[in-house]
């Protein structure tokens, strides 16, 4: 299984709203990430997991709470949502000894 | 400070013509490049990685070359597709960085025209 698979593919919430996004991928990755990407603009790095630990927060709001429950999953909680926050969220693994970075297709999200 | 920037913007072609987008970088000390081509909507997806030691590489219609000591990259395409249309984002890793950080171009966006 060479794939990350995210989950769903597109999720409409209100400010209020909680919400979860979910990524899963069995490639043996002990790396994860997720980012923000924007309309016409490059992914940004929000998160790293690295053996299920968090090793990188780009001072991202405490609006967006990420878990890795074990190596195969990374969840990305919503909570309190501003419409600006709508985009494309997407989920990457690597190896940890490389860092070729796999991407899943992404999650659109739209917060009114 | 490090950054990579791609050129063209935007490129429109013709089906089954050739074309070549490029891409600079200021990345130091640097470890890889990669392309990615992104469909609208969905994740990207790495055509070729290239390392310092590697000038051209290959995948089907693709060919990257790199010249790491003037710090570009380019990307051809041969025999365009319709298919081809999507965004191609350059990606380059430093060299010792923390894991995960990788700097990404702003993408040059091909449309492939009948």
């Known amino acids: 299984d060479t794939e990350v698979t995210q989950t769903p593919k597109h999720l409409v919430m209100g400010m209020t709203n909680k919400k979860s996004l979910k990524c899963e991928q069995h490639?043996?990755?002990?790396?994860m990430y997720w980012y923000k990407q924007k309309a016409k603009k490059p992914p940004e790095l929000m998160f790293v997991?690295?053996?299920?630990?968090?090793?990188i927060n780009e001072s991202v709001p405490s609006r967006f709470s990420p878990e890795c429950p074990n190596s195969s999953l990374l969840n990305l909680h919503l909570h309190a949502l501003q419409p600006e926050d709508s985009a494309l969220y997407l989920c990457?693994?690597?190896?940890?000894?490389?860092?070729?970075?796999?991407f899943g297709p992404g999650t659109r999200l739209t917060v009114l | 400070k490090n950054q990579v920037e791609q050129s063209p913007q935007s490129l429109i072609i013709l089906e089954g013509k050739n074309c070549t987008l490029q891409c600079n970088y200021t990345v130091s000390p640097f470890s890889n490049l990669r392309w990615y081509k992104q469909d609208t909507g969905r994740g990207p997806v790495s055509l070729t990685i290239m390392t310092f030691s590697e000038n051209t590489k290959s995948n089907g219609r693709y060919t990257a070359t790199l010249d790491a000591d003037t710090k570009q990259s380019s990307l051809h395409i041969t025999a365009s597709q319709l298919s081809d249309s999507a965004s191609y984002i350059c990606?380059?890793?430093?060299?010792?960085?923390?894991?995960?950080?990788?700097?990404f171009g702003r993408g040059t966006q091909l449309t492939v025209w009948p």
């Open positions: 990457a693994s690597s190896h940890p000894l490389t860092d070729t970075q796999y």
């Open positions: 997991y690295s053996y299920e630990k968090l090793s």
């Open positions: 490639m043996g990755h002990r790396a």
């Open positions: 990606v380059v890793s430093g060299r010792g960085s923390t894991l995960g950080r990788l700097y």
